[in-house]
């Protein structure tokens, strides 16, 4: 179990996220609720005994690829991940308010990317939702500014914050020199997040970006996963990564995920239907089938208006960031893309019609220079013919890191009292069949 620290800023009440998750997550399970901004009690684990712990810690091995050393986007050398966390206040939704449960998190592909531009591609399977500056990375095959992932209405906020940043680092941009569309993607964490208030400030933005660094990622309830539900369960943040053999390259490919999709019954896990399995009573007809049912049993506070016709269930979303040092254009970079989709079907997604599907990958193998001072330049590219491993690393990290943000996440409490239980791990164990890996 690695160890680690959490530490928040009191004058602003966010919980700042430094390092590693076990144990940070192994506190949080172990010890009474945590409670944060003026003694609100909202996080709570399944079972005082059960620490959070990563799938591959429960004996949970998906594919046949070797993880890199901290199993994270960040073995990727040169990625960079911050992330701010914010939570306070508890009981009725009163909008602009609280109560907040939400964030922020940023991958950095690069130090000073702005001027050092990373090929990329991208892949929408499912478009309903937003990753902004994706036109632009269509266009010119190249990313060159941090990424960006919070709930749905504070994307503009993010936005700001990161030109902000940028134009911090880059005092030309808009003056001297070109300006920028920010990639900031989003997924809607409004059942538990008063998300009228858009409470991620341009300041959290760029304490994000200012603290991103290297080694591993905290997961699950933390940062732009912090108000996240998937397959009926907590869900949030989660990563993995894939280092292919020497005789392949030796290629580092890191996955990075917001898990905000799914319903109970489709989740999938190593093959087997846990999400069925889970709570056999439900059945398949369950509120995770029928929209209408659950928002009425949950629908309280400011958000029942008698005579309105209650709103369906959020469908989700989920967005996924590949990185990856393996030398690939922007085209090639797509088709890693499209691959995630693969790895996010292996949990059992179906990607529905309201969920909002995005992926996003990049390569630090190469570099594009901000103003060629030449009409060319040099790019190593790897063939297409070569590209089968890295395809195949990319599917096993995301399927790890959807799995990951599941059993790392822990049970909040949000607005209008509403519960999220994460996963329980004794009980997906039993259905699993796998023994408890010794000192977790």
Not at 347 to 368: E, K, V
Not at 375 to 386: G, K, N, Q
Not at 404 to 424: C, F, Q
């Amino acid at each position: 179990m690695r160890r680690g620290l959490a530490q928040w800023r009191r004058p602003s009440r966010v919980l700042r996220c430094l390092v590693s998750p076990a144990m940070v997550m192994g506190l949080i399970a172990i010890a009474p609720p945590v409670t944060f901004s003026g003694g609100s009690q909202v996080v709570h684990s399944v079972a005082a005994d059960e620490p959070r712990t990563r799938a591959r810690e429960l004996g949970i091995t998906v594919g046949h690829l070797e993880p890199g050393p901290w199993n994270a986007i960040t073995d990727v050398a040169g990625v960079t991940v911050g992330q701010v966390t914010l939570v306070r206040g508890e009981g009725k939704l009163i909008p602009g308010k609280g109560p907040v449960r939400t964030g922020v998190t940023v991958i950095v592909p690069r130090d000073d990317v702005w001027h050092h531009k990373v090929p990329a591609g991208a892949f929408v399977l499912n478009g309903t939702g937003e990753m902004t500056g994706l036109a632009w990375v269509a266009e010119s095959g190249f990313l060159e500014y941090p990424i960006a992932l919070t709930n749905t209405l504070n994307v503009p906020r993010v936005a700001n914050g990161v030109m902000s940043w940028m134009i911090r680092e880059n005092p030309g941009i808009g003056i001297t020199d070109d300006t920028l569309t920010p990639v900031v993607a989003e997924c809607d964490d409004s059942r538990l997040n008063d998300s009228q208030g858009r409470h991620v400030s341009e300041a959290d933005v760029i304490a994000a970006l200012d603290e991103a660094k290297s080694g591993p990622v905290v997961e699950g309830t933390v940062g732009a996963g912090t108000g996240m539900v998937s397959y009926g369960f907590k869900g949030g943040i989660g990563t993995a990564s894939r280092r292919l053999p020497a005789r392949e390259g030796g290629y580092t490919v890191g996955v990075l995920v917001n898990a905000n999709h799914g319903r109970r019954p489709e989740l999938i896990v190593a093959g087997v239907p846990v999400g069925r399995l889970y709570d056999p009573d439900r059945g398949t007809r369950s509120a995770d089938f029928e929209p209408y049912a659950a928002e009425q049993a949950h629908q309280v506070g400011p958000s029942a208006v008698p005579g309105r016709a209650l709103q369906p269930l959020h469908e989700g979303s989920i967005i996924v960031i590949i990185a990856t040092d393996a030398p690939l254009d922007g085209r090639q970079l797509g088709r890693l893309a499209k691959r995630a989709a693969l790895g996010l079907a292996r949990t059992g997604s179906t990607a529905r019609h309201g969920s909002g599907d995005f992926m996003l990958a990049f390569s630090t193998g190469n570099t594009i220079p901000h103003y060629p001072k030449t009409p060319t330049y040099v790019m190593t590219h790897l063939a297409d013919i070569y590209l089968n491993p890295l395809l195949t690393a990319t599917i096993e990290a995301t399927e790890e890191a959807i799995l990951n943000a599941l059993t790392m996440a822990t049970t909040v409490v949000g607005r209008d009292g509403r519960k999220v239980e994460a996963i329980s791990l004794t009980r997906l164990r039993t259905l699993l069949g796998v023994r408890r890996a010794p000192g977790t």
